[in-house]
């Protein structure tokens, strides 16, 4: 049985398959703006400035945002370098990952 984490993960990787995903404080705010952002994954030690912008940036778009794993983590699930912020640009992957963080 895989762990809530896993599951995560793995969607994490189908939606980066399926084109799904922004990575990186730069891409993801700029799709913010563009409102095409679903989901904004914030990594828990991504820095205090990173955190705020993004807390900021997606409270004030109504976007479901949430700390949660490492960088490292975040950018090995899509494939990537460490990554402080990912962004879900769809809304089914990104009810999934909210519903699992529950």
Known sequence: MKSNEEKIYSYLGLATRAGKIVSGDDSTLLEL????????????????????????????????YVYFSTKLQLGLSIGKAPRAVVGVKDEGFANKVIELLK
Do not use: P
């Open 33 to 64: 703006k563009r409102g095409n952002v679903k989901l904004v994954i914030v990594a828990e030690d991504a820095s205090n400035n990173t955190k705020k912008l993004f807390k900021d940036k997606s409270a004030y778009r109504n976007v479901a």
